[in-house]
Nanobody, 122 residues
Framework: VQLQASGGGLVQAGGSLRLSCAAS????????LGWFRQAPGKERELVTA????????YYADSVKGRFTISRDNAKNAVYLQMNRLIPEDTAVYFC????????????????WGQGTQVTVSS
C-alpha cells in the first residue's frame, strides 16, 4: 500500500487542523494505520494509530483528548483531527501502515507516506 498525507499548515495555538492520508492498493483494509510526527532535533514518535477495522485505537498521552484518528476503508483513507493545538505539536506528520496486530509497536510499520508540516504558533 502506498500512502500520501496532506492537510498540514500553519495554525494558531488553540486552533484545529485535519490531516488526511490517501492510500492506494486493494489491501488497504488489511492494514492498521498510524500517524507519526517528528519535530526538529527529536526522534519520530507514534502519535496515534487505528486497527484495520477501526474498532481499536491508540493515543500517545500527549494528544489524548485533543486528537482523533479515524479511517474510511471504502475511500482508502485515514484522518487525524487535531484540536486545541499547542506549539509543542509543531512537527512533520507522517502516516504509516502495518500488518502487525500490535499497532502501537513502532517497528512494525513498513509502509510510509511523505510528511506534511504542521506549525502551531503561540
Amino acid at each position: 500500500v502506498q500512502l500520501q498525507a496532506s492537510g498540514g499548515g500553519l495554525v494558531q495555538a488553540g486552533g484545529s487542523l485535519r490531516l488526511s492520508c490517501a492510500a492506494s492498493g486493494r489491501t488497504f483494509s488489511l492494514y492498521a494505520l498510524g500517524w507519526f510526527r517528528q519535530a526538529p532535533g527529536k526522534e519520530r514518535e507514534l502519535v496515534t494509530a487505528i486497527s484495520w477495522s477501526g474498532d481499536g485505537t491508540y493515543y500517545a498521552d500527549s494528544v489524548k483528548g485533543r486528537f482523533t484518528i479515524s479511517r474510511d476503508n471504502a475511500k482508502n483513507a485515514v484522518y487525524l483531527q487535531m484540536n486545541r493545538l499547542i506549539p509543542e505539536d509543531t512537527a512533520v506528520y507522517f502516516c504509516a501502515a502495518t500488518l502487525s496486530g500490535d499497532y502501537s509497536r513502532v517497528s512494525g510499520y513498513t509502509n510510509w507516506g511523505q510528511g506534511t508540516q504542521v506549525t502551531v504558533s503561540s
